[in-house]
């Protein structure tokens, strides 16, 4: 087996729900950023890949369990304490409204057929905090964000390919040989993108 470098800013392993999101945050930055995951499919990686998908967050909608403070207090509370606020309230609290916006404009819909959320509990919770919705095609739909796409499956290409076509936001293509190819014959991306297939 031969091994092949590859280099970015930002190294994600895993492409489910937090994996993607974290790839088009560190991309909207600037950082180029390479997603590694053990599916062949982007589509149906990760639990939101069949179909239910789950975001722990506050809305702040009025319950006094919703709001970033009592968040924050869980947050804190289910590590005992060993969490660094000041650390968690940039990243890990804050964030929260701007990733369920992200979500919403990328096209999954959080809500349920009445206009509301479906919130469930978890586990030591001050109420129910973890939005349930309908996560069938949120991989495609994040896809929409990326610049390029690769896959090892010729399904996953096409489907990926149909998905962002309604999109209207056909996306460069590649095969990972075409990508080692290109490695190989040092090819940067502006070139390798320019040959590519939409």
Known sequence: MSAHLVESDVLIVGGGLAGCVAAIRAAEAGATVVVVDKARSIRRSGDAGRGLAFLTTYLDLGEPWDTPEAFAEWYCDIAEGLVDMEVAWPLAIDPLPAIHDMLEESGVDLHNADGGYDRVDRMWAPGPIVVKFDGQHIKPRLATRAEAYASANPGCLVQVAAALG?????????????????????????????????
């Open 166 to 198: 309604r999109a209207k936001r056909p996306l460069p293509a590649f095969h990972p040989v075409e990508l080692f190819d290109a490695s190989i014959r040092n090819l940067g991306a502006t070139q390798l993108l320019r040959g590519a297939r939409r």
